[in-house]
């Protein structure tokens, strides 16, 4: 199966501005390239993913497939998955450092096998990733709260899928940590 995978990245300037307190503007941005380019390149590694970039701009360096966003995300992400209604669709943030190839397989392979896969973030609370087989479709609910949305409007037709790499974003100071203990390791 042909899995349609969109990353929605913010535009320069506004990236993790959650982590104003702790980065200063330049560290910032370096911190949400990497994580792009991090993504991005697993991705790429993955058999049967085309990935596109979602962003007001094109992302420096990057070549690849992108669509300049005009809307708000979910509604942007609506008309992406109508597009290609008739192949696997998936989006995964820009910001999971330790994201890993087994990470997107185990995801597409729950949504190959229930239609709809789900990834929460480690705190139970918001979403990391959907996945939508051939032919399913949700409404999407990114922002706060947004895993108890997708999980009331599919209920027990989604597979959750729980790993580290899908768990692990960069939201507040405190996950810093995070990045630093995965690079001395």
């Given amino acids: 199966m042909t ?13 993790k501005s ?9 560290a910032r941005e370096d911190l949400a390239e990497r994580m792009f380019r991090h993504v991005m390149a697993v991705l790429a590694e ?4 085309s990935p596109l970039v979602l962003c007001p701009v094109r992302p420096a360096g990057w070549s690849g497939e992108w669509v300049a966003d005009w809307d708000e995300v ?12 008739e ?3 998936c989006t995964i943030n820009a910001d999971l450092p330790l994201l890993c190839g087994h990470d997107v397989s ?31 479709t949700v409404d999407f609910h990114f922002g706060p709260g947004s895993f108890a949305a997708f999980a ?17 974003d960069i939201d507040c100071a405190e ?11």
């Fill in 18 to 26: 959650r982590l104003a307190g702790a980065l200063d503007a330049a």
């Fill in 106 to 136: 185990a995801l597409l392979a729950a949504a190959g096998e229930a239609g709809i896969a789900l990834a929460p973030d480690r705190g139970g609370t918001g979403t990391n990733a959907v996945a939508l087989a051939p032919g399913h």
């Fill in 175 to 185: 996950d810093l940590a995070i990045i630093a203990t995965a690079c001395s390791a």
């Fill in 74 to 85: 979910n509604v942007m992400l609506a008309a992406l998955r109508g597009a290609v209604s």
């Fill in 3 to 15: 899995w349609r995978v969109v990353v929605p990245i913010k535009q320069p300037g506004s990236r």
């Fill in 152 to 168: 009331r409007e599919t209920g027990a037709l989604a597979r959750t899928v729980t790993t580290p790499g899908l768990a692990t």
């Fill in 87 to 89: 192949q696997g669709f």
């Fill in 46 to 49: 993955i058999p049967g993913v």
